[in-house]
């Protein structure tokens, strides 16, 4: 693998065999990579398989019941050394993934246990992953959630994860993975339920780590003005497929796939509607199917 | 035209405990003396920041949160403190998409039955017809019919989501709560089911109460708005005054944050604050004092605030 790289997918095929004889194919062939220091966004259609492709790096999907039927993923850990994940024992799955790997699920209540506090949930994946004290360990639990803007942090660390709102348990998540400094970030639809501000000072802040400690980044988004403040590449998907990878720039100023093309031209605008008097529908684009 | 849903004075806290007596030192001031209508056929957006008690109006109209104080009528009649026996035809209803579309399927159901059940509890139409009704749904929110046999875990986020919308509509309600319901979708698909609920609405008279963070697809769809900051609503008004005019600072920062798509126009080391952030949570003992709202038109309010 290249020296840049940090991770090398090769023709990735991952399929779910459901109980009636019926397999979904969910990943079909699927080649990319991504930088060190770099912030790939990998963009489409719901049900694409975005998810399946990003948490296949960690072999999390197989615990659903999916197969990885061919492919490669090269990893370079923190040590330097080069694994190919797909032929690893299952086991050695944990110690990469906190160590190397921190992953933002899109379901945040995926990754809190709902009878620890919140702090505790946070300080412990310090305690383990960077072998801090408890007290050090806490510390930083607090600093990392007022970086992602938990108002009143040092009391919500006291709180059980269904009191909290939607999008603060989202930033708790995220502060949990930041906390750990991965060599590889994972984040899928990390701000789905954040307002504008917040969402902003989140994207700041995994840039000022991405310099910090040379940090990579795979973010699964399909907020557009998201992926235009944060990504250098995008991968589209749809179907199974990735149908275009390119810069940010190209993306957005020469798409070149109908489906690029209509993701692009369909994002609600600000402002595109001051002069209507009534709610207007949107309009329906139509690109090929493949 | 009368509203179909009046909610006044709505208070909701959650009561912080600690210990084994649970000693109650402190509260969450989630909703704090929140009022507005609905009318038929009418979309009210609820935007505002994270945290700031939106999920909790929409439960609390659900009776899912148990409310401190104010009145929630619906059909002019009030339903808070009223026996659930009593409340049928308003359970029927008044009907939400929850934020968290992984927590609100039962994991043991097939889809077709989550979709099904409720149609045959509330009686909705003959059971023989229910199958083609499940399909004819899930179409609708660009899904597949053999999609009806699959378990929940099987979906993929924003499947999910479309499956709780289909679900709800399903049982014809008079009001939809949608909280972050098109959150997770892509816009190609966001605007498919978007338009759906405005057809719906076109053609039966649906309410909804759309709570979203996107401010562009709220100014699409709503015909008023109302932003909320800290438990209370700020600015509330039809639709084109609010994002022509908007009053309150709240408001005016929100509508400023937006991020525009286009890579060139990125902020170029953008500052990390760390700041104190306000808020909800109180002491035991505190009373919130609310300033009144001004009017600024016939349909468009906001709230006074404190100079700095
Ligand atoms: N555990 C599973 N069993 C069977 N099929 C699954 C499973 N998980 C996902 N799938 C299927 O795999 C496909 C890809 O799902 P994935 O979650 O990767 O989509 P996605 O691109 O992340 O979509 P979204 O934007 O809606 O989250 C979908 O068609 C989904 O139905
Ligand atoms: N069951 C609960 N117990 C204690 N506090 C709660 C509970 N539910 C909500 N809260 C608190 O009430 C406040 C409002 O939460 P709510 O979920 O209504 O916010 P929201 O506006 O929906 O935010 P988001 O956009 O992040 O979903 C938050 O401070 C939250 O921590
Ligand atoms: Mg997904
Ligand atoms: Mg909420």
Redo the contacts with the bound molecule.
């Keep these: 693998m290249d020296k840049n790289k940090i991770v090398e997918v090769e023709n990735l095929h991952v399929s ?1 065999s ?1 109980s009636d004889n019926v397999t ?1 194919d ?2 079909k062939g699927v080649s990319f990579h991504i930088d060190q220091g770099e912030t790939l966004a990998l963009v ?12 296949t790096i960690m072999r999390l ?1 197989e615990h ?3 197969r990885i039927n061919e492919g490669a993923i090269h990893l370079r850990l923190r040590s330097g050394e080069i694994v190919d994940i797909v032929k690893l024992p299952i086991s050695r799955m944990n110690d990469i993934r906190g160590a190397d790997v921190s992953i933002v699920f ?1 379901d945040p209540m995926a990754s809190l246990n709902p009878v620890f506090t919140v702090g505790h949930q946070i300080a412990e994946a310090i305690i383990i992953h960077q072998g801090k004290s408890p007290k050090q360990a806490e510390e930083i639990a607090f600093n990392t959630l007022q970086l992602v803007r938990v108002p009143d942090a040092e009391r919500r660390m006291k709180q059980y994860p269904h009191q909290l709102s939607g999008g603060m348990r989202q930033r708790v998540v995220i502060a949990m993975a930041l906390s750990c400094r991965p060599v590889l970030l994972i984040a ?2 990390p701000s789905t339920a954040l307002d504008v501000t917040i969402q902003a000072q989140i994207l700041n802040l995994i840039r000022a780590l991405q310099k910090e400690i040379v940090m990579s980044v795979l973010f ?1 988004t ?1 907020d557009m003005g998201v992926v235009a403040e944060i990504a250098d590449r995008v991968c589209v ?1 749809q179907k ?1 497929r990735f149908v275009e990878t390119g810069s940010v720039y190209d993306i957005f100023e020469n798409p070149q796939h109908p489906y690029t093309r209509a993701l692009i031209s369909a994002v609600p605008k600000l402002g595109s509607m001051t002069d209507k008097d009534k709610p207007e529908k949107f309009p329906i684009l139509e690109f090929e199917e493949d | 035209m009368k509203p179909l849903i009046e909610v006044k004075n709505l208070v909701t806290r959650f009561d912080l405990k600690a210990g084994l007596f649970g000693r109650v030192y402190g509260r969450v001031h989630a909703v704090e003396n929140v009022s507005f209508d609905i009318y038929p056929g009418e979309t009210l957006a609820l935007v505002g920041e994270s945290g700031c008690g939106k999920s909790t109006i929409a439960r609390s109209i659900m009776h899912l949160d148990k409310t401190s104080s104010g009145s929630i009528k619906f059909n002019g009649k009030e339903t808070l403190g009223v026996s659930s026996r009593n409340l049928r035809t308003f359970q029927r209803n008044v009907q939400m998409v929850f934020q968290d579309p992984f927590s609100s399927l039962n994991p043991r159901m097939t889809v077709g039955k989550a979709i099904a059940d409720p149609m045959i509890v509330n009686k909705i139409i003959p059971k023989d017809a229910i199958p083609q009704r499940v399909q004819e749904l899930l179409e609708r929110v660009d899904m597949e019919k053999d ?1 009806m046999n ?1 378990y929940p ?9 479309r499956i709780c919308i289909a679900r709800v509509l399903g049982l014809d309600p008079k009001l939809i709560i949608a909280d972050e319901a098109v959150a ?3 816009v190609t698909i966001q605007a498919k089911v978007i338009n759906l609920l405005m057809d719906l609405q076109a053609e039966l008279g649906i309410s909804l109460l759309f709570i979203s963070h996107d401010v562009a697809v709220v100014e699409r769809i709503a015909h008023r708005v109302a932003v909320m900051y800290l438990g209370e609503i700020v600015e509330i008004g039809d639709r084109q005054s609010i994002f022509r005019n908007p009053r309150h600072s709240y408001t005016k920062k929100l509508f400023g944050s937006v991020p525009v798509p286009d890579p060139r126009l990125r902020k170029k080391d953008s500052m990390l604050i760390a700041d104190e952030i306000p808020s909800a949570m109180r002491a035991p003992n505190f009373i919130p004092i609310q300033l009144p709202m001004q009017q600024v038109s016939d349909t468009h309010f906001v709230r006074e605030e404190t100079p700095v």
Excluded at chain 1, 44 to 55: F, I, L, N, R
Excluded at chain 2, 153 to 161: C, I, K, T, W, Y
């Design positions: 779910f459901l979904v969910a990943v489409g259609e719901s049900g694409s398989g975005k998810s399946v492709t990003a948490m999907p659903d019941g999916a899109q899928d639809e699964i399909h998907m199974g | 999609h699959r875990h099987a979906f993929s986020g924003g499947q999910r989501q997770s979708l892509d």
